[in-house]
């Protein structure tokens, strides 16, 4: 098979027709998608349950490399009988946290890591099974969970047809995006890489309105429920039209004592996954009490919020308020209310979140509602929303009411917490205004409020965010020591968080100390499913080591993960440059520009290739439009050094190399101007800029290059 493929069927049975009719490969799993199942991770999970035991005992460090993953998408992995493969999910601060004050999330593309760990696992499973390529069968597709969604269309880009054939099936109706920001459209990634075959009826289904009575004509009583019992097992997503009309024909009392009979088995079974999807699907319609059915679908919610699945907590809250009134329970009503918006914030729904709080304020009278809608409103303003709508002044507003009614609460440990909260919201608008200092003095104070009212171990996770903040602010000013301690004291409470050591990292990047910076990196790799982000730095901190090789892997990793990501193209193109692979480096430096016209380092790197092609002309005027554009890069100022020494002009090329050093004085510069100088006859200038690379490289070459310029000067002093 040398394409995936996307069947589009208005019926299962078309579908599953058509599916019979391709010469498809041995099938590795055939699953649905449909949310309804098990919530987010339907497909994935479906998949990771039916190969992962053999995959283990195949490849056993697949577990360790990407237990988060795996306990994400499958979490009956964390029962017993994995624990010595699939090791638990390490715990941070916000899971040991005792108050319900949570104030960290994972961020809106942990998803997007989780799919690439998933696909990981496949593409080193099949590896390991080296016995020919397979198939992924995935139906159910257009009512997938946004989390199955990039998870389908990441295998879709990443595992070639050669090795896994994915067949994916939806209706014949548009696929709809998820609501929000999206990190990869499923829609175009079908369009783009698979072969559509759109399946119409085959004339065996009853066209319009379906007669019930007519498709169960022959049934007796007894027949009609079980046909209905069968439909309900199925989670009433059979597509038998026997079944449907079973269903639709049996008493309202039987079908409520089915649903109640269907969730009582699901509960038998022991999945956890179940309860994020057919366990509150049939409780809705199983005649519980509202509060029983509400606390089923927050308890969901809760988890999918924890989690980063923000779509999925978003619906389970949605139905959760419905099934409760707000006067009989308004706490629960709340807690429902304010997850909600909090999985809508991440998610990048902002102005859906801006609706839920004008709602919760026009319908509450509590101050403590009032409180948190005035602060998640202030986020929305400094943070959620793009940048044409982040408005500071709004944002401040809003914190300043949220400051007020903290003010006022009547328990000193509650005043002081709720209040030092409130401000640090006040400090990040003032890190967006231009003013460190002043969020530096709100956090220094709310942190000395809180040692003076709070017991040490109390409130630990805020306590630590506000570190965590305060070294981003020492960050920003250039107090690099003070970020340096706090980011090491923040790891040293909470010390399993991958962001933490990833910018740990970044400090001791800037402080020179790379080798410590590696090891953070590596650390956070460790953490975290696949991170672009730290493959790419640790890939910068491997090229200023000298590890050529380990960068090039991590720039090739980056790309695998990020095909968009311009820097690491930038970079693999250099690299590949500098390796005489002048062919590879051209295609990088192609693709990058496609991404970003403009992009100076891509634009240099256009002119060192047609260089090296030997088409000075076009390199010239590639360089000249790179300077025109940025006339502070050095990099241009030294290609076009290069170029004119290449055509004589000696002067000229040192004029640039010049330039190039006073803008980013760089050893590989210096070494050229060495060699420029010295055959220009200016030897001492030469003999000094050999000088200086050795100063800081013990490279033979230029020691032998210094060793002949002096030999140069003795003969001219000969003479």
Same mark, same amino acid.
């Given at each position: 098979?040398?394409?995936?493929?996307w069947?589009?069927?208005?019926?299962?049975?078309?579908?599953d027709?058509?599916?019979?009719?391709?010469?498809?490969?041995?099938?590795?799993a055939e699953?649905?998608?449909?949310?309804r199942?098990?919530?987010?991770?339907?497909?994935?999970g479906?998949?990771?349950?039916?190969?992962?035991?053999?995959?283990?005992?195949?490849?056993?460090?697949?577990?360790?490399r990407h237990?988060?993953?795996i306990?994400t998408?499958?979490?009956?992995?964390a029962g017993?009988?994995?624990?010595r493969?699939?090791p638990?999910?390490r715990?941070?601060?916000?899971?040991?946290?005792?108050?319900d004050a949570?104030?960290?999330?994972q961020?809106?593309?942990?998803?997007?890591?989780?799919s690439?760990?998933?696909?990981?696992?496949?593409?080193?499973?099949?590896v390991?099974?080296?016995?020919?390529?397979r198939t992924l069968?995935?139906?159910?597709?257009?009512d997938?969970?946004p989390?199955?969604?990039?998870?389908?269309a990441?295998?879709?880009?990443r595992?070639?047809?050669?090795?896994?054939?994915?067949v994916?099936s939806t209706?014949?109706g548009?696929?709809?995006?998820?609501?929000?920001?999206?990190?990869?459209s499923?829609?175009?990634?079908l369009?783009?890489r698979t072969r559509?075959?759109?399946?119409?009826?085959?004339?065996t289904?009853?066209?319009?309105?379906?007669?019930?009575?007519?498709?169960?004509?022959?049934?007796?009583?007894?027949?009609?429920?079980?046909?209905?019992?069968?439909f309900?097992?199925?989670?009433?997503l059979s597509?038998?039209?026997?079944?449907?009309?079973?269903?639709?024909?049996v008493a309202?009392?039987?079908?409520v004592?089915?649903h109640?009979?269907?969730?009582r088995q699901?509960?038998?079974i022991?999945?956890?996954?179940?309860?994020?999807?057919?366990?509150?699907?049939?409780?809705?319609?199983a005649?519980?009490?509202?509060?029983?059915?509400?606390r089923v679908?927050?308890?969901?919610?809760l988890?999918c919020?924890?989690?980063?699945?923000?779509?999925?907590?978003?619906?389970?809250?949605?139905?959760?308020?419905?099934?409760i009134?707000?006067a009989?329970?308004?706490?629960?009503?709340?807690?429902?209310?304010?997850?909600v918006?909090?999985?809508?914030s991440?998610?990048?729904r902002?102005?859906?979140?801006?609706?839920?709080?004008d709602?919760?304020?026009?319908?509450?009278?509590?101050?403590?509602v009032?409180?948190?809608a005035?602060y998640?409103?202030?986020?929305?303003?400094?943070?959620?929303?793009?940048?044409?709508?982040?408005?500071?002044v709004?944002?401040?507003?809003?914190l300043?009411q949220?400051?007020?009614?903290?003010?006022?609460?009547?328990?000193?440990?509650?005043r002081?917490?709720q209040s030092?909260?409130?401000r640090?919201g006040?400090?990040?608008?003032?890190?967006?205004e231009?003013?460190?200092?002043e969020?530096l003095r709100?956090l220094?104070?709310?942190?000395a409020w809180?040692?003076?009212e709070l017991a040490?171990d109390e409130?630990?996770?805020?306590?630590?965010?506000l570190? =965590?903040n @305060?070294?981003? &602010?020492?960050?920003?000013? %250039?107090r690099l020591t003070?970020a $340096? +301690? #706090? !980011?090491t004291s *923040?790891?040293?409470?909470?010390?399993?968080?991958a962001d933490?050591?990833?910018?740990?990292?970044?400090?001791?990047?800037?402080?020179g100390r790379?080798?410590?910076?590696l090891?953070?990196?590596?650390?956070?790799?460790?953490l975290?499913?696949?991170?672009?982000?730290?493959? =790419?730095? @640790?890939?910068? &901190?491997?090229l200023?080591? %000298?590890d050529?090789?380990?960068? $090039? +892997? #991590? !720039?090739?990793r *980056?790309?695998?993960?990020?095909p968009?990501?311009?820097?690491?193209r930038?970079?693999?193109?250099?690299i590949?440059?500098d390796?005489?692979?002048?062919?590879?480096?051209w295609?990088d430096?192609?693709a990058?520009l496609?991404?970003?016209d403009?992009?100076?380092?891509?634009?240099c790197?256009q002119?060192?290739?047609?260089?090296?092609? %030997?088409?000075a002309?076009?390199a010239?005027?590639?360089?000249?439009?790179v300077?025109?554009a940025a006339?502070?890069?050095?990099?241009?100022?030294?290609?076009?050094?290069?170029?004119?020494?290449?055509?004589?002009?000696l002067?000229?090329?040192?004029?640039?190399?010049?330039r190039?050093?006073d803008?980013g004085?760089?050893?590989e510069f210096r070494?050229?101007?060495?060699m420029?100088?010295?055959?220009?006859?200016?030897l001492?200038?030469?003999?000094a800029?050999?000088r200086a690379?050795l100063a800081?490289?013990?490279?033979?070459?230029v020691?032998?290059?210094?060793?002949?310029?002096?030999?140069?000067m003795?003969g001219?002093v000969?003479?």
């Amino acid at each position: 098979m040398n394409s995936h493929l996307w069947i589009a069927a208005a019926d299962r049975r078309d579908r599953d027709r058509a599916t019979a009719d391709l010469r498809l490969p041995p099938v590795l799993a055939e699953v649905s998608a449909h949310r309804r199942l098990r919530g987010p991770y339907t497909a994935a999970g479906a998949v990771l349950r039916a190969v992962l035991p053999d995959a283990l005992a195949r490849c056993s460090e697949l577990g360790p490399r990407h237990h988060v993953e795996i306990l994400t998408a499958a979490p009956e992995f964390a029962g017993p009988e994995f624990a010595r493969s699939v090791p638990p999910m390490r715990t941070t601060l916000e899971h040991r946290e005792t108050s319900d004050a949570r104030t960290r999330y994972q961020a809106r593309l942990h998803t997007m890591r989780i799919s690439h760990g998933l696909a990981d696992i496949l593409r080193d499973y099949l590896v390991a099974l080296d016995d020919g390529p397979r198939t992924l069968l995935i139906g159910d597709v257009a009512d997938a969970d946004p989390t199955d969604q990039e998870f389908i269309a990441v295998i879709l880009r990443r595992l070639a047809p050669a090795q896994l054939t994915v067949v994916v099936s939806t209706g014949t109706g548009p696929l709809a995006e998820p609501p929000g920001p999206i990190s990869v459209s499923l829609p175009t990634t079908l369009a783009e890489r698979t072969r559509l075959l759109t399946v119409y009826a085959d004339g065996t289904m009853p066209a319009g309105h379906v007669d019930d009575e007519a498709v169960l004509a022959g049934a007796d009583a007894g027949a009609v429920v079980a046909l209905a019992r069968e439909f309900v097992a199925t989670e009433c997503l059979s597509g038998d039209l026997r079944q449907q009309a079973a269903y639709r024909s049996v008493a309202d009392a039987d079908r409520v004592a089915m649903h109640a009979e269907r969730r009582r088995q699901l509960l038998g079974i022991g999945e956890p996954s179940l309860l994020l999807g057919a366990v509150p699907f049939h409780a809705e319609r199983a005649g519980l009490p509202p509060a029983e059915v509400a606390r089923v679908l927050r308890n969901a919610q809760l988890h999918c919020k924890n989690r980063g699945l923000y779509h999925a907590a978003v619906e389970l809250g949605e139905r959760a308020r419905s099934a409760i009134d707000r006067a009989t329970d308004p706490d629960l009503w709340w807690e429902i209310t304010g997850d909600v918006t909090t999985s809508l914030s991440a998610a990048g729904r902002a102005e859906e979140a801006e609706q839920w709080y004008d709602e919760a304020r026009a319908i509450s009278i509590d101050p403590a509602v009032h409180m948190h809608a005035a602060y998640g409103t202030a986020m929305l303003f400094a943070r959620h929303y793009g940048n044409g709508q982040r408005d500071s002044v709004r944002a401040r507003r809003w914190l300043n009411q949220a400051v007020a009614i903290a003010s006022l609460l009547p328990d000193p440990k509650d005043r002081a917490f709720q209040s030092v909260f409130q401000r640090n919201g006040i400090a990040l608008v003032e890190t967006r205004e231009g003013r460190p200092e002043e969020a530096l003095r709100l956090l220094n104070e709310g942190m000395a409020w809180l040692d003076r009212e709070l017991a040490p171990d109390e409130q630990m996770l805020h306590r630590t965010g506000l570190r =965590y903040n @305060r070294a981003q &602010v020492y960050g920003m000013m %250039g107090r690099l020591t003070e970020a $340096l +301690a #706090d !980011f090491t004291s *923040v790891i040293d409470v909470d010390p399993n968080f991958a962001d933490h050591y990833f910018n740990r990292g970044n400090i001791l990047r800037r402080l020179g100390r790379n080798e410590e910076a590696l090891a953070d990196y590596e650390q956070a790799l460790l953490l975290s499913p696949p991170f672009p982000e730290a493959y =790419y730095n @640790r890939g910068d &901190v491997r090229l200023e080591l %000298g590890d050529v090789v380990g960068a $090039l +892997a #991590d !720039f090739d990793r *980056v790309l695998e993960l990020d095909p968009e990501h311009v820097d690491a193209r930038s970079n693999r193109a250099a690299i590949r440059c500098d390796l005489g692979d002048v062919d590879g480096a051209w295609d990088d430096v192609n693709a990058g520009l496609a991404l970003a016209d403009a992009n100076p380092y891509l634009r240099c790197l256009q002119a060192r290739i047609l260089s090296e092609r %030997g088409d000075a002309t076009a390199a010239n005027q590639a360089v000249r439009r790179v300077l025109d554009a940025a006339p502070t890069l050095a990099e241009a100022w030294a290609i076009r050094g290069g170029l004119r020494y290449q055509a004589g002009d000696l002067a000229g090329a040192i004029a640039d190399f010049d330039r190039a050093i006073d803008l980013g004085d760089r050893l590989e510069f210096r070494y050229n101007r060495a060699m420029i100088c010295q055959s220009a006859g200016r030897l001492d200038a030469a003999a000094a800029d050999y000088r200086a690379v050795l100063a800081v490289s013990d490279d033979d070459e230029v020691a032998e290059e210094l060793d002949r310029c002096l030999s140069m000067m003795r003969g001219q002093v000969g003479v």
